[in-house]
């Protein structure tokens, strides 16, 4: 049987004359161009070395993969910006990326900054802690570590091993005798002057030798001082550098790789990929210990050939951060001297990219490689599962197919106070996070109501998605919403798609039943009497994840407003009273209420308050005189 020819795109010979009329005008330099659709969103971001030799190639469609092709027609315009270098057109094409999220682009959606240790350097005695982001404070910084736990770890072996502070510097400058820390031997209480800042000066240089990689010289050095202590009977002191030496351990016990063959500052970064999923993961060397690691499962296009997709996770991760002097990969990249070059002008020195062959090297990469290998297994098998789930979700729904997004909605509140409507989101592949959503009830008379409550929150979410996407191309719409709520929250659900004309959305309500009991859930949905599911249902425990993400969500959103509006002052509201007029009043007074109480002379008494600012707080409180 002969092949069938590839279908062409209906509109793709418009989108091709949309792309010569730009053709007429481009230079033949570096430079980034952008595809636009009709409703202005981003389709793709690219580089060229010649901008218009690069953009001509998509006049020639049979040339194109069926992607590419889809791509083309549905542009409307195209943008375009000129650089001086290839290398700034990449480092840009990334910084576009990440920023915009084209769909036909190979995206890294999970990138958040990893947490380091930092060793302050602008105090007399400096500050053992953990950090995260931007690198303001002079200090030292040592990472990154793949997750918090394993910062908070180290960090407490740390401070057995070399006795370092790690309160802020405002808690040090008002101690007056030793806090808890000193009293579990895990600082030396410069606060109190119980060590001299010559002695502290030892320990922080010997922190700093240890994360730089010297940990085998330290425990010698300890391992002797205990020796000494030991042999000139003084037990107590051996035993301390006993515990500080198991401390030590204590790090490198999670650090089980033999890295023999990484002495410098590394990154490995191995990828695999089967049934059009790639993931990637990323191993942390540092000093020549194993900082931990962490997968990536970016998105793509299914035919995206894997080192495509790794040159292009490798452009977006160190987008924001700056790459270590090697990086070790698992492919052969395209355009590798290019992309080293890119990487070397972010991180403001020498970086080697390289694909070992052969050695310890190789060896590491390997284990990275079946990391991700054993981690794609999971996801697929999880994803499988999921899928599983959605389509038991749909036959008990009456749905025409499995869910490909849900939405779960619940609110929080305190007798009214402080109300919060919350938004889960989930699909195939699991919850989706960056796409929940919190809803600040700004109806004061819903507030407390949660049938008042529940409808703002409707209405404003899908008011929007009518808004911003009323044809549905965006994947911003969900196949069923699920209602924290019985046949009373079902209704007021309706009613509002009633208003807005939705009538293709499945609604259903979900409600514990008598004594709130987890398993005895009532179900309630237009046209259709109450039901509930077998208890051991593998689809109602799933439900009632969903339901409980969402329940979690909402008062975890609802405490943090409740924990700011307590931190706050009827002070603030005031106009250009700032932290240290605000902290003047306070300790005159005692309170916001008592300032918000006080006479005019009162006010001018306080230090800093001139005649001036004086009658601008009290004209605050006393609109009226």
């Not at 590419?68 to 840009?92: C, G, I, K, P, S």
């Not at 107590?236 to 351990?249: F, G, K, W």
């Not at 089980?256 to 990484?262: A, K, L, M, P, R």
């Not at 293709?504 to 179900?523: M, N, Q, S, W």
Request: proline content about 5%; hydrophobic content about 40%.
């Amino acid at each position: 049987m002969a092949a069938r020819p590839k279908r062409r795109p209906a509109d793709i010979d418009r989108g091709v004359e949309i792309i010569r009329e730009h053709l007429k005008t481009l230079p033949q330099t570096p430079g980034v161009y952008r595809m636009l659709a009709g409703d202005g969103a981003v389709l793709y971001v690219g580089k060229a070395r010649n901008l218009k030799r690069r953009v001509t190639n998509y006049t020639q469609v049979g040339k194109l993969p069926v992607r590419l092709q889809r791509m083309v027609a549905e542009t409307e315009t195209m943008e375009f910006v000129n650089t001086h270098t290839e290398v700034e057109a990449l480092l840009l094409e990334s910084n576009l990326i990440k920023k915009l999220m084209p769909r036909y682009n190979v995206l890294l959606r999970d990138d958040k900054t990893f947490p380091h240790i930092m060793i302050t350097k602008d105090h007399d005695y400096p500050q053992l802690t953990k950090h995260r982001g931007a690198r303001g404070r002079d200090a030292d910084y040592f990472g990154p570590f793949a997750s918090a736990g394993a910062v908070n770890r180290t960090i407490t072996a740390l401070q057995r091993a070399f006795l370092l502070r790690n309160c802020a510097d405002t808690v040090f400058a008002a101690r007056t005798r030793p806090c808890l820390q000193y009293q579990i031997k895990r600082c030396t209480a410069p606060c109190v002057g119980r060590v001299s800042p010559a002695e502290y000066q030892a320990q922080v240089d010997q922190a700093r030798a240890f994360l730089s990689g010297k940990s085998r010289d330290i425990q010698t050095e300890f391992a002797d001082r205990m020796m000494a202590a030991s042999e000139a009977m003084d037990f107590e002191t051996a035993a301390r550098y006993r515990d500080r030496i198991r401390a030590l351990t204590a790090i490198q016990a999670h650090q089980d790789i033999n890295v023999e063959g990484v002495v410098e500052d590394a990154d490995v970064i191995a990828a695999y990929a089967e049934g059009g999923v790639t993931c990637i993961q990323v191993f942390f060397f540092r000093g020549g210990r194993n900082y931990g690691n962490r997968a990536y499962f970016p998105s793509h296009d299914k035919a995206a050939e894997t080192d495509e997709v790794l040159a292009a996770f490798i452009a977006q991760f160190y987008e924001n951060k700056a790459a270590p002097p090697l990086v070790l990969v698992s492919h052969a990249l395209p355009e590798l001297d290019l992309l080293t070059e890119a990487l070397a002008v972010r991180a403001g020195h020498k970086v080697e990219l390289a694909e070992p062959k052969r050695g310890e090297k190789r060896r590491i990469v390997e284990h990275a490689l079946t990391n991700a290998r054993e981690a794609h297994g999971r996801r697929l098998a999880e994803s499988s599962s999921q899928a599983r789930l959605l389509e038991g979700v749909a036959a008990a729904f009456g749905m025409d197919g499995p869910p490909e997004r849900v939405e779960v909605y619940d609110n929080s509140h305190i007798q009214g106070a402080h109300a919060i409507g919350g938004m889960i989101v989930a699909g195939p592949e699991g919850f989706i996070k960056n796409a929940y959503r919190k809803f600040n009830i700004r109806n004061e008379g819903a507030a407390g109501d949660d049938f008042a409550m529940m409808r703002e929150v409707l209405t404003r979410r899908f008011g929007r998605a009518m808004k911003e996407d009323p044809e549905r191309s965006l994947g911003s719409w969900p196949d069923l919403v699920l209602i924290d709520g019985g046949l009373g929250q079902l209704n007021v659900a309706l009613e509002v798609f009633a208003e807005l004309g939705i009538d293709d959305v499945t609604l259903v309500g979900i409600a514990k039943g008598p004594d709130r009991d987890a398993g005895r859930e009532h179900f309630f949905m237009e046209n259709r009497p109450p039901f509930q599911m077998e208890q051991r249902d593998p689809v109602l425990y799933f439900l009632q994840r969903l339901r409980d993400e969402a329940h979690r969500f909402a008062i975890g959103t609802h405490r943090a407003k409740r924990t700011k509006a307590i931190g706050k002052s009827p002070i603030d509201e005031v106009a250009g009273i700032g932290p240290a007029r605000k902290k003047a009043l306070l300790h005159h007074f005692g309170s916001g209420a008592a300032v918000a109480r006080a006479g005019l002379a009162d006010l001018e008494a306080v230090e800093g308050i001139n005649r001036t600012v004086a009658k601008k707080i009290y004209d605050h409180f006393h609109p009226d005189g």
